[in-house]
């Protein structure tokens, strides 16, 4: 019988949206099989059992089964939900601050309810906050219960499905040779499968704390092989970027160099505006101050690297305040002056707007037209800046993440900077490097003749066959200064420059810790201070938990201050205000016109309004060390006595713990960001020092390099062994660590 049924067109098949959780997952960087079967347990919860409340211990998470004996909404201070549990044996007080009509009805008196949360003591007897509940008699897990790291909108649940189906779909056959583990001591059946299967699903039985504190085999393991991927790729990168070149800026600058360094500390050896000379010692000259001997040292070291024909991979540390935004300026009038463009690059537009600010007043009087761009900007505008940026009329473009969109096409970038470099994902590195790569003139200034027939070949070549190529120069600058034995572990082959030196002029910042309770004092404080005509932060934190409470808190602490201060003008400022109402509420301020800023942490980096005399940092003890200082540095800026109020505040508890007491001190005693690097760091480990804030960066997740020495020096010692002798072993390891994260090593 004939086939009556109509072939239909083929309909292209589109790809279906993702998910909310799948989003999530790519934000984790979770895509391939083997990043979900890397993505280890944060911690376990042992809901294999139900705990009597009279034999739980502080401090740690516990289940427990009971009655609610009392159930009420407290209205006065925080609105908040008091559930009262009694299993028989004691009694807890559960706290929700946020909740909904459905917790009340599951909470009423009389229910019998699971809980689980953390048990903190106090005068009150034993409490939970936020517990997880449910009602009793359910089933009890088999085994422990893995917590991920996860972002909003990825459940746990969701989670563990996704990692569990990448373990089974991972390929995970061994890339480091036995002999080579066995000198760890780690036993062969240790595998990375097995360790694998073991972390994300440990059996009850086994001590939770060597799991907690990674001491159990299963994590050296892991740990062994993180490290050997980090210095695999490290010293990858070394070998290959010693076959690159790069432009050779090298104009009036490096002969003025060696003036400089004879006039460093020497006043009288400025230069009169106007001289001739380059355009670095030009903008020197027209400074309204003098270089500090540490900003000379800095600044020739960098003027150094860029008259070398190999691209400068400089990492720029200085303490808040010390002068980093100067030293960028020099470098940038170095490239230009050599006929060539720089970026530079800053993580908000807060900071990129003051960065432009900046250096058009120093930069435009000598003749560079500076460009700028941002995602805010109008179409016009921004129009006209890729016009400027294309035929190489701007010397130099400042701006956020824009500046490495595709649309932004260089005549001739040479030099990219950029500021709170760990900001910045890897993406974003590469993205800035590769734009090098649409230069299509200047041969004649690179120097040599392999460097210029190297260029000619990067112009013929794809990228992706590329071998030698051009790079551009680049400086990346942090606040946040890391020790250097810490830094040459994670950047194997990274230049530091270090300004250890303030400007002359700054009067020390006072640092007083301050009960929450003396809040009125403060707000006291704050009056004196906007009467004498200066400005003032009030810093509210953020609670990673919920962004919608750490909103809450600083939209409440903004009534309550405006209430407080009548006549005053109070803004308020936090990162999800849409951007033209931020850059209002900063120019007020910048101007002088506000007197009183209460803001998210999102003035943490680089705002430099110099008549700013107070700052007040609210929940200071839920800060780290580093973040305190960088805050801190918003204020002292100027000539003006400044100051610093760490409000505390203890919740439930009878007082701080001793930590948070001890990092408190800590901040007030000191001012030096190196010594409160080093201590953050002591407190912290390197792991958490540095790996929060390095957002995409391919970073150690597990190992810990204070602590892992052993392991670190294994890794060292193994990866040049295995790059000669195991090449096929050592790409399939990094490729497996680090994907297409390997990268970040080389940006
Ligand atoms: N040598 C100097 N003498 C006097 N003032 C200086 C000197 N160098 C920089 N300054 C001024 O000090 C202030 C801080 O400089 P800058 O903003 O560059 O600091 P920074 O290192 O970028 O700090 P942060 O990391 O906090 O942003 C600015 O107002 C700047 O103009």
């Known amino acids: 019988m004939q086939n009556r049924r109509m072939s239909l067109p083929t309909v292209p098949q589109l790809p279906k949206p993702l998910t909310g959780p799948q989003k999530a ?21 042992d809901e294999t059992r139900i705990e009597r409340l009279s034999e739980v211990r502080e401090g740690e998470v516990a289940q427990v089964e009971g009655v609610v004996t009392h159930c009420e909404v407290k209205l006065s201070g925080h609105r908040q939900l008091l559930v009262t549990l009694d299993d028989g044996t004691d009694t807890c007080l559960l706290r929700f601050f946020t909740f909904y009509p459905s917790s009340q009805k599951a909470l009423a008196v009389g229910n019998r309810i699971r809980v689980r949360g953390e048990v903190k003591g106090g005068f ?30 990825l459940p746990q649940a969701y989670l563990r499905r996704a990692v569990q189906g990448g373990v089974a779909r991972a390929e995970l056959s061994d890339t480091v040779p036995l002999e080579n583990l066995c000198e760890i001591g780690l036993q062969p059946s240790w595998n990375m499968r097995n360790a694998l299967l073991f972390l994300h699903n440990p059996t009850p039985e086994v001590a939770l704390a060597t799991l907690q504190d990674h001491s159990h085999p299963a994590w050296q393991r892991l740990k062994a092989e993180e490290l050997l991927a980090q210095q695999l790729s490290q010293l990858q990168a070394k070998r290959e970027r010693a076959r690159l070149r790069a432009p050779v800026l090298h104009s009036q600058a490096l002969d003025d160099l060696v003036d400089d360094a004879h006039a460093a500390g020497r006043r009288d050896a400025r230069l009169k505006p106007g001289l001739p000379g380059s355009l670095r010692n030009r903008l020197l000259a027209t400074l309204p101050f003098q270089l500090t001997a540490a900003q000379h040292r ?8 860029l008259a070398r024909p190999v691209p400068m991979h400089r990492l720029l540390q200085g303490d808040v305040g010390s002068g980093k935004t100067v030293v960028a300026a020099l470098a940038a009038a170095i490239c230009i002056d050599a006929g060539w463009q720089c970026a530079l690059m800053a993580p908000t537009e807060i900071l990129a707007t003051q960065h432009f600010a900046k250096l058009v007043s120093w930069l435009e009087p000598l003749g560079i037209r500076v460009a700028w761009l941002t995602g805010s900007q109008k179409a016009k ?3 006209e800046m890729l016009a400027l940026i294309a035929s190489g009329e701007a010397g130099l473009v400042i701006g956020t993440h824009a500046v490495i969109q595709d649309k932004v096409q260089f005549k001739n970038l040479a030099l990219a900077i950029i500021d709170e470099q760990h900001r910045f994902g890897v993406a974003q590195r590469l993205a800035l490097r590769s734009k090098l790569s649409a230069q299509t003139d200047h041969p004649e200034l690179v120097e040599g003749p392999a460097a210029a027939s190297s260029l000619r070949q990067a112009q013929d070549q794809p990228s992706s066959v590329r071998t030698v190529g051009l790079e551009p120069h680049l400086l990346m600058m942090t606040a946040t200064p890391i020790p250097r034995t810490l830094a040459m572990s994670y950047y194997a082959d990274l230049d530091v420059s270090t300004i250890d030196e303030l400007p002359p002029g700054r009067t020390p910042i006072i640092t007083k810790v301050v009960n929450d309770a003396r809040r009125e004092e403060v707000i006291a404080r704050i009056r004196a ?7 003032i932060y009030w810093v509210c934190p953020l609670i990673e938990e919920s962004e919608a409470l750490d909103l809450s808190n600083a939209t409440e602490t903004h009534a309550q201050l405006s209430a ?4 005053a003008m109070v803004g308020l400022l936090h990162s999800r205000m849409p951007v033209a109402e931020k850059k209002a509420v900063m120019s007020l301020f910048t101007s002088g016109r506000m007197g009183l800023l209460v803001s998210t942490t999102v003035i943490e980096v680089g705002v430099d309004v110099p008549n700013a005399s107070l700052m007040v940092i609210e ?33 439930d508890a009878p007082r701080l713990s001793e930590t948070a007491r001890a990092r408190l001190k800590a901040m007030a005693e000191t001012h030096d960001g190196f010594e409160i690097a080093r201590r953050d760091l002591e407190i912290r480990g390197p792991g958490e020092f540095l790996g929060a804030r390095q957002s995409g960066a391919a970073m150690l997740r597990f190992a810990d390099l204070a602590t892992d020495t052993a392991l670190l020096q294994w890794a060292r010692q193994l990866a040049p062994v295995m790059l000669d002798q195991h090449p096929a072993l050592a790409e399939r390891h990094v490729l497996r660590w680090l994907g297409g994260k390997a990268e970040f090593l080389k940006a």
């Open 25 to 45: 997952l790519r934000k984790l960087g979770l895509e391939r099989a083997i990043d979900l079967a890397l993505h280890l347990p944060l911690r376990y919860e």
């Open 298 to 305: 800095v600044s020739a070291e960098i003027a150094r690297d």
């Open 124 to 153: 009150g007897g034993l409490t939970m906050m936020h517990p997880a509940f449910k009602s009793a008699g359910g089933e009890l897990a088999v085994a422990l219960t893995p917590i991920y790291p996860t972002v909003a909108g």
């Open 381 to 383: 505008e921004r129009r």
């Open 564 to 567: 407080a201060l009548p006549g």
């Open 529 to 535: 201070q906007l009467d004498a005509g200066r400005q």
């Open 619 to 651: 929940h200071a003890e839920r800060f780290g060390l580093s973040q305190l200082h960088q805050l801190r540095g918003r204020v002292g800026r100027g000539a003006a006595a400044s100051a610093c109020v760490l409000l505390y505040s203890t919740g």
